[in-house]
């Protein structure tokens, strides 16, 4: 597990392109066989990804958190990116095909990654935060989420939203994620954009073809910085910073936050002519 460490935001001002990505940008969160996680110092998320192939995978961080295992103290969140799998919590199985949620709650001792298909591995991608209280374990299947459409083809936004970990759909003590798909022709998110000095969120960007590039825009609303991204790449978006972005052509990008509250559109909005 890699660490990153909170930024102050007239630090990033000085920053050149070089310095934004190592402290802002994870390039790279699934490999077969490999568990790839970053500890941010940014309200302590874990996020990562988890690729099983032909053996199972869990996560052990004991020593690094001070505890007895990865969630005595923490909750998780899990969407399935990939090809068909399962997450194995306590001897319980859940199946996930591409695009089902989990949410797991503090004081699951045992979580096990599964692929279905070595040649097609699963791809779970993981947010975990800080938990005060058991929640109920829930599976969240993709095709019994009505999503919100937003956005209309005229501004280039056209989107569905998908909540998973949210107060309309499970219980959490701070953790949210949720998924949103452009449709065709679109490539903005989130625009105009806002900040939510309250909680801090992270982005993953996926479904992107090879020579696609997503332009994630960070920063202060009047000191805007970028990070040029590729496929399934994910940044890191401190509570003081805008988190939108625009791409070469349409894609897919998962959404996770905590903080002090989880009421989604809790949003301090940003004027257009206050963008810089």
């Known amino acids: 597990m890699e660490t990153r460490y909170a930024n102050h935001p007239e630090e990033i001002k000085r920053y050149n392109t070089e310095e934004l990505r190592k402290h802002f940008l994870k390039e790279t969160l699934f490999e077969a066989g490999q568990v790839h996680l970053t500890y941010t110092h940014v309200d302590r998320m874990i996020f990562g990804g988890v690729t099983p192939a032909d053996q199972e995978l869990t996560i052990k961080l004991d020593k690094e958190l001070g505890v007895n295992y990865f969630l005595e103290r923490r909750e998780l969140g899990i969407i399935n990116i ?34 279905k298909d070595p040649e097609n591995p699963a791809k779970f991608y993981i947010n975990s935060t800080p938990a005060h209280h058991k929640y109920p374990t829930v599976k969240i299947d993709i095709n019994e989420i009505k999503p919100l459409e937003m956005g209309e083809q005229g501004t280039l936004n056209e989107r569905k939203i998908h909540q998973y970990i949210h107060p309309n759909v499970c219980e959490s003590c701070q953790l949210q994620m949720g998924l949103t798909m452009l449709s065709p ?70 959404w996770g936050m905590c903080g002090e509250n989880i009421t989604y559109d809790d949003m301090d909005h940003i004027k257009m002519e206050d963008l810089r």
Request: charge should be negative; charged fraction near 20%.
């Open 82 to 115: 990939g090809g068909e799998g399962s997450v194995i919590l306590d001897g319980e199985e859940y199946s996930m095909i591409r695009y089902d949620g989990l949410y797991v709650g503090k004081g699951t001792e045992q979580v096990l990654f599964r692929s």
């Open 185 to 254: 022709g679109s490539v903005w998110n989130t625009m105009p954009c806002h900040t939510h000095e309250r909680r801090m969120e992270v982005y993953l960007y996926f479904d992107m073809e090879p020579d696609t590039r997503v332009f994630h825009f960070m920063g202060q609303p009047d000191e805007t910085r970028h990070l040029v991204m590729k496929n399934e790449q994910a940044a890191i978006s401190p509570s003081w910073s805008i988190h939108t972005g625009t791409a070469t052509s349409n894609y897919t990008f998962i």
